[in-house]
């Protein structure tokens, strides 16, 4: 188990809807990423947070967005849902941005939208 | 997009035999790691190697990286049951962010 904690587990939302997914890292990280993980996929980067600010976004678009704040625990907001975006949404801390430190991520939050 | 592609996709093996992965990728990295998923849960980090290093062991893990052929291998050496999982190779560019394969996966029968 690592010590970085997802909120919820599961959730249902339709499409059209908003939601909103936590993180909370691992002592000592300033670093959070979110990846989203489609069934039988590998996770693909969404965006990653540095010391509050955005720092690097993988093929998203915009109705994706985040918040990271001052303890370092982080956001995902989605608007709009489609269909689509039933995954698996996986939050990720690191020690510090740079180069060869490893990630540890959370259980996951399962999204299902309908 | 999926930088890295794991090979095979799916594998079948005994308690006790070897258990080999291979992975590819497209771009520099600055870094490699193997990762473990069970049930579609979290992802559990098993091993990282850096660009310039060829192998590295971890426990019965054994990992080699070719830079000139963007390739990277997975060894479970004397696999067990617990050992049934999903797992993905991911590359690092730089900067911590992650870009993984489709995975393997592996299944131990007793």
């Known amino acids: 188990e690592t010590g970085v904690t997802q909120s919820p587990t599961h959730l249902i939302k339709t499409r059209g809807q908003q939601v909103t997914l936590r993180c909370s890292s691992q002592?000592?990280?300033?670093?959070v990423s979110w990846y989203q993980q489609a069934l039988g996929q590998g996770p693909q980067f969404i965006f990653q947070?540095?010391?509050?600010?955005?720092?690097g976004r993988g093929n998203f678009p915009p109705r994706f967005s985040g918040l990271q704040f001052p303890n370092y625990s982080s956001e995902l907001n989605v608007n709009a849902l489609e269909l689509d975006d039933s995954a698996l949404y996986l939050c990720?801390?690191?020690?510090?941005?740079?180069?060869?430190?490893?990630?540890?991520f959370g259980q996951g939050t399962r999204l299902t939208v309908v | 997009s999926q930088q890295g592609e794991e090979d095979p996709q799916a594998l079948s093996i005994q308690e006790g035999e070897n258990a080999t992965m291979n992975c590819s990728y497209k771009?520099?990295?600055?870094?490699l790691q193997w990762y473990r998923q069970n049930s579609g849960r979290g992802l559990v980090h098993l091993i990282l190697?850096?660009?310039?290093?060829r192998e590295k062991h971890s426990g019965r893990l054994r990992v080699t990286l070719d830079t000139s052929k963007k390739s990277s291998s997975l060894l479970i050496t004397a696999s067990r049951a617990a050992d049934t999982a999903s797992y993905f190779c991911?590359?690092?560019?730089?900067?911590?962010?992650?870009?993984f394969g489709k995975g393997t996966m592996l299944l131990v029968s007793p």
């Open positions: 771009t520099s990295i600055n870094n």
């Open positions: 002592s000592g990280h300033n670093t």
């Open positions: 990720a801390s690191s020690p510090r941005q740079g180069m060869n430190t490893e990630a540890f």
């Open positions: 190697i850096r660009s310039n290093e």
């Open positions: 991911a590359t690092d560019g730089g900067y911590s962010t992650l870009t």
């Open positions: 947070y540095y010391r509050e600010e955005e720092n």
